[in-house]
């Protein structure tokens, strides 16, 4: 077998081979900012005019171009800043820094982030979309809570399980197959209120960016996409505040300098007060939210910064005081970004993350809590050796505890008694190296591997089965059972109970056409080592994370995908084409009746499927003038199969491929935005889905005077066609006041034609005819809404 240095040697050979290491090449680097504040600009482009070298600044800013000794233009530009253009003389290595100013006209007319040609159309990155915050803040949604997650829902191939639903699904894939970062920090659970509403406060993000393909070799860990968002510095010049609010729940944030164009301070809060209202009446039940968002940032020298980033947030769920629930995410994150020179980047970071849910019961006399906590170590590089070459390497490693149940009596004349289920441990480890090459003036590639390394790890009981076989399966009935251990084995702590390990090859090219076309292609394979045990079809607070192990396999997910991008009409309209197919062996499907709340043994109830998912994605966007937006439309297919592990067994769903809970044919979404004058701005969305996937019942019988329902095959019913139009409109009574206390209203409609679009439909037997009956649950109507902002 091929040895793992043996494929790195290989991987820095043939890059190396097409690297050329001649003395007449300059650099010019530095940190691209934003004049008002000092908050470094992420995706800024840094273009030499009249050749075709670019650059793009990184996560934290950064940029590094090395071109031929010469003189050249250098053109920077960012949407919604004023572009600048600087000529200069290279003849040694520079280090330049680059503040940009805000357009106010360019920033009303142009919403929606996108590159300029140059890095748009020649850079191998594709499936990968990116929203500014100012974009988002314009979408108009439920009772008027701007929503980063719901803003990307709009996006080709996302869409979610519906109205007031958790999560999101990427190209077909489960909620619980997407990383969602925060400042590089894992966000469990995206949602506060049971999904009506996600954990991300917009005053207090930066940038977020979507990878539904081509994903980099430095993420890993799911297997259908990561979005990756990064919190705002604080503003190292001047303090500043700004809030909002709204019907249901209002927000502030504060920044300012700790030590002026040095350091900065970012502290930010949301909390929810409807529940007040309810103290009012004699309803005792109550529901809120509150987060936390904070960020400290120290420049120790030209080459070194420090950043201090956490999130807390809480959600409290209580009825009638007789049972009470409380689930939330921290998170802290310390990095260290050191420059070790012109064309070397690093970012260290120490990172701490959990998610933690509690369930008080009252009327029964006991607590539960649950969670999983990690502590990750990661250590990221960013080469850039040549303009034509650049590398990105590096490690992370990250170490789980699980906690999948504690069960703590209320006091002690409860007949409950305290029970701790089996805490689960395990460590994932993983190296990369990736390399993006330009070969021609018109070919590019980006390839790179990532080998991961993952191991449960003891203090466990682990139970032990006939034929290794957890599931046992009666073949008189034709049904599956849980199995009966026949021992179990006692793994001392830090004892490796299993180990997996995997190699996960990326590639990406993008080959132009011409300056304004060109065509794209990739693959991927991405590894998952946690399972989130759920039967919803939407994740919930209640569910579990479990990691791989003797029984649970790692999901392996293949994805290619190949598109056509085009620039038009002096870059106002952009079109993305993309097809794509994804495959995943190990997916995790249930047995019927399957018990997952509280299951010490959740081996017996799991069987390992595939899935599948295909399909089309078109976006064209409008980018400029003051009506803008973008048409998105996804036609595709996902389908899950669980064949039986024998000839003699028949599998879930007879072994046939089956729609997944995230099938949705078809999938229409519209966003606008129009700007009347310096004080008005309307903005509107539109969104058509197929019916979600469903299973009903096709016959009833009775038995000893029950009538029990028979259901047909596995989601071959769908829910009805779900749609809804929104509209906001946004006034800014003073636009030209840039100082002292500004403001702005935003009033906003969703679901203005008020469709009682379907959650879900039950089927009951109605108590005056006798006759069945179906019976449909929706969750909103029309929803209008108005908040107030402010900065000063």
Not at 64 to 81: N, P
């Amino acid at each position: 077998m091929i040895s793992i240095k043996k494929i790195f040697v290989f991987l820095l050979f043939i890059t190396f081979h097409f690297y050329s290491f001649s003395q007449e090449k300059y650099t010019i680097s530095g940190t691209i900012s934003d004049t008002n504040n000092n908050e470094t600009l992420i995706g800024v482009n840094i273009i030499a005019n009249g050749t075709k070298s670019y650059a793009i600044t990184n996560e934290y800013g950064f940029y590094s171009l090395t071109l031929s000794k010469g003189d050249y233009e250098i053109v920077i530009s960012y949407v919604g800043f004023t572009s600048i253009s600087e000529k200069i003389s290279l003849t040694q290595n520079i280090k330049k820094n680059y503040s940009l100013s805000e357009s106010g006209q360019e920033l009303k007319e142009v919403v929606i982030t996108t590159e300029k040609t140059t890095a748009n159309i020649r850079k191998p990155e594709m499936s990968v979309n990116k929203l500014s915050i100012s974009t988002i803040k314009k979408m108009p949604v439920v009772l008027g809570e701007v929503d980063v997650i719901k803003s990307i829902l709009f996006l080709p191939g996302v869409t979610n399980a519906g109205e007031g639903q958790s999560g999101f699904n990427v190209r077909g894939g489960g909620a619980d197959q997407n990383l969602i970062l925060l400042d590089e920090a894992t966000i469990f659970n995206s949602s506060h209120v049971f999904g009506f509403f996600s954990v991300f406060n917009p005053d207090a993000i930066k940038d977020l960016k979507l990878y539904k393909g081509g994903i980099p070799s430095k993420f890993g860990g799911r297997a259908s996409s990561v979005l990756d968002i990064y919190q705002k510095d604080g503003n190292s010049k001047d303090f500043h505040m700004n809030g909002g609010i709204g019907l249901i729940s209002s927000r502030i944030l504060a920044e300012g300098p700790i030590v002026k164009d040095k350091g900065s301070f970012l502290i930010g809060g949301r909390a929810s007060y409807a529940h007040l209202f309810l103290k009012l009446t004699d309803n005792k039940n109550s529901a809120y939210f509150y987060d936390l968002n904070t960020k400290l940032n120290y420049k120790l020298d030209t080459n070194n910064n420090l950043f201090l980033s956490g999130y807390f947030g809480r959600d409290i769920f209580s009825l009638n005081k007789s049972f009470s629930n409380t689930y939330g995410n921290t998170t802290l994150n310390l990095r260290w970004n050191h420059l070790f020179s012109d064309k070397l980047f690093s970012n260290l970071s120490v990172i701490y993350s959990d998610y933690y849910y509690g369930l008080t019961l009252d009327f029964i006399g006991f607590n539960w809590d649950s969670g999983i906590k990690n502590y990750n170590l990661k250590y990221d590089f960013k080469h850039y050796l040549s303009n034509k070459l650049k590398l990105n390497y590096g490690f992370n490693s990250i170490y789980y505890d699980f906690n999948p149940g504690t069960i703590d009596p209320i006091n002690s004349s409860s007949n409950i008694k305290y029970k701790q289920l089996d805490r689960k441990y395990a460590f994932e480890n993983a190296i990369y190296f990736e390399a993006e090459q330009i070969l021609t003036d018109k070919l590019a590639i980006n390839y790179g591997l990532r080998y991961s390394m993952f191991n449960r790890l003891g203090n466990s009981t682990v139970n032990l089965y006939q034929n290794n076989q957890p599931v046992f399966y009666d073949s008189d009935l034709k049904i599956y059972e849980k199995a009966k251990p026949i021992g179990t084995t006692y793994y001392n702590k830090n004892k490796t109970i299993a180990s997996f390990d995997n190699l996960e090859p990326r590639f990406s090219a993008a080959y132009e056409l011409n300056e304004n076309q060109s065509v794209k292609a990739s693959y991927n394979r991405m590894v998952q080592y946690l399972q989130l045990v759920s039967n919803t079809a939407s994740p919930t607070p209640l569910d579990v994370w479990t990691p791989s192990d003797s029984y649970i396999k790692p999901q392996i997910a293949d994805q290619v995908a190949i598109g056509y991008f085009n620039n038009f009409s002096a870059n106002k309209y952009t079109l993305e084409v993309e097809s794509f197919y994804k495959k995943i062996k190990n997916r995790m499907d249930y047995i019927d009746g399957a018990n997952l709340i509280a299951n010490e043994a959740i081996e017996q109830v799991i069987l390992n499927g595939e899935m599948r998912s295909y399909g089309l994605e078109i976006l064209l966007r409008k980018n400029t003038g003051k009506f803008n937006g973008w048409i998105a439309y996804t036609l595709s297919k996902s389908q899950q199969r669980t064949p039986g592990r024998t000839p003699d067994e028949i599998g879930i769903n007879n072994g046939q491929w089956y729609r997944s809970a995230y099938d949705k044919l078809h999938n229409i979404a519209v966003t606008a935005n129009y700007t009347l004058n310096e004080k008005w701005n309307f903005g509107g969305n539109f969104t058509l889905q197929s019916g979600q996937p469903v299973t009903y019942p096709n016959m009833q019988y009775e038995y000893k005077d029950l009538v029990v329902p028979d259901y047909g095959e596995r989601n071959k019913n769908s829910l009805p066609l779900y749609h809804h139009l929104d509209v906001s409109a946004t006034y800014i009574p003073k636009p030209y006041k840039k100082k002292g206390w500004q403001s702005e209203w935003v009033f906003s409609i969703y679901n203005i034609y008020n469709q009682k679009n379907a959650a879900s439909i039950s089927f009951r037997e109605n108590a005056e005819t006798g006759v069945n009956e179906a019976v449909k649950l929706s969750i909103f109507g029309i929803v209008p809404s108005v908040s107030y902002n402010f900065k000063f």
